[in-house]
């Protein structure tokens, strides 16, 4: 191995390791699960703000989102993302790593960062524009890192991190619910079963809120057992029919979309600030296939049309989006060391079947996490 530029070398730490490659998992095309190839030679992360930390991967979750990036989803806005000015060439975000979710221990720290040390087990949701945790190494920001909670393992600890910022930003940023408001509120979840929403749950139900969940009639037990309160089986006709003759409810999350739309948001409390919130938004679709402005013209004006309709009625129609933070983290690490939540790993796989994983997801049905063992 050779060492890091001295520019990176001098924002690390003292005992800073000379290392220029990797062995992880990369795309240099988008596609299908084809387009995975193992590589020992991937660039080793580098340091290069003074906040960013290198953490050793120990345990990396997959959502959704790798197997839509893999094909090329958000593409357009990604690479704007991580080239703001424009100025690389097409497809200069290839050798790609995927992966969203890290559980791991500190490697190196930049000079600025005060809350991390060399060795701490630290978990993260990594955003999408950054090089992902299919890798022995990944980079980030001090900010989107938090301890991990000492009650799980690796494995566990990397089944939560993106679908709990997710369901955080959607539920506490976008929703304003937080454990102080949430006794006696009613909530739907539709789509239970799968990550977002078995940590959906069981926040909401520490929280002390009145759960309700559609999923299929196999996952009834399953949800029940992570404290749904009511089961509606979406497989048995018309979801909305059982819906629609329940209690009204305070906030919807939607993590189904389709025909969702056209009537979840009759199933609101009207004229009481309830929310319906989807995580199913066409924001990155837009951008793909407009253009970035064009796009954001697109997105603007549909998502005002939607809410203004809405409001109308009186109701709020909301967009949900992923957000990554070391802080909310915090938060959640503190409830699941509480045992208020759990890690829900349906499969673990080995470092060498990441191809295998992809399928897994690919096929659908989750009941909780696909997490890959690193180390
Ligand atoms: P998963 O694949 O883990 O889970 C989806 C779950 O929904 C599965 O358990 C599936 O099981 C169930 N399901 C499918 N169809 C229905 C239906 N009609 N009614 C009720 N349940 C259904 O996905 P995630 O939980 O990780 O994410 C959920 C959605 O949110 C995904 O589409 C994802 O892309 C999106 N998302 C968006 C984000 C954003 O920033 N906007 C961030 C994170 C996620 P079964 O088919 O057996 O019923």
Redesign the pocket.
């Known amino acids: 191995f050779i060492c890091e530029t001295s520019i990176s070398r001098r924002l690390f730490s003292s005992s800073s390791r000379c290392m220029t490659v990797m062995p992880a998992w990369v795309i240099d095309k988008y596609g299908s699960n084809d387009a995975l190839r193992f590589t020992k030679n991937a660039s080793f992360p580098v340091i290069n703000y003074p906040n960013e930390v290198i953490v050793k991967v120990f345990a990396a979750g997959l959502?959704?989102?790798d197997v839509?990036m893999r094909g090329g989803y958000g593409a357009a806005t990604l690479s704007r993302k991580r080239d703001p000015l424009n100025i690389k060439q097409s497809g200069s975000e290839f050798p790609l790593i995927l992966g969203r979710d890290v559980s791991g221990v500190i490697m190196e720290c930049g000079l600025d960062v005060k809350y991390f040390r060399e060795s701490d087990e630290v978990w993260a949701a990594i955003p999408p524009w950054k090089q992902g945790s299919l890798a022995e190494f990944v980079v980030l920001s001090a900010n989107e890192v938090s301890h991990k909670p000492r009650s799980l393992t690796h494995t566990e600890a990397a089944a939560i991190p993106?679908?709990a910022t997710?369901a955080w930003s959607a539920l506490v940023n976008t929703g304003g619910l937080s454990k102080d408001n949430c006794t006696k509120k009613r909530i739907l979840i539709?789509?239970?079963?799968?990550?977002?929403?078995t940590f959906a749950i069981q926040m909401l139900k520490a929280w002390g809120a009145h759960v309700t969940v559609?999923?299929?009639q196999n996952?009834e037990h399953f949800v029940r057992g992570l404290g749904a309160d009511h089961v509606v089986d979406?497989t048995a006709g018309p979801?909305e029919e059982p819906l629609t003759t329940l209690e009204k409810f305070d906030l919807i999350l939607d993590?189904?979309?389709?025909d969702t739309e056209r009537w979840a948001l009759t199933l609101l409390k009207p004229w009481s600030g309830a929310k319906y919130i989807t995580?199913?938004?066409p924001f990155l679709q837009n951008m793909d296939r407009l253009g970035i402005a064009d796009g954001m013209m697109q997105t603007a004006a549909t998502v005002a049309t939607k809410a203004l309709k809405n409001l109308a009625r009186g109701v709020h129609y909301r967009w949900?989006?992923?957000a990554p933070s070391g802080p909310a983290l915090d938060e959640i690490r503190e409830m699941v060391d509480a045992g208020q939540i759990r890690a829900v790993v349906e499969e673990t796989f080995k470092f060498s079947q990441v191809p295998q994983a992809f399928n897994k997801l690919e096929k659908?049905?989750?009941?909780g996490?696909t997490v890959v063992e690193i180390n």
């Open positions: 959502n959704p989102m839509s993106y679908v997710t539709l789509g239970g079963s799968g990550g977002v929403g559609t999923c299929t996952a979406y979801v993590n189904v979309g389709g995580l199913i938004t949900g989006f992923f659908g049905h989750a009941r996490k």
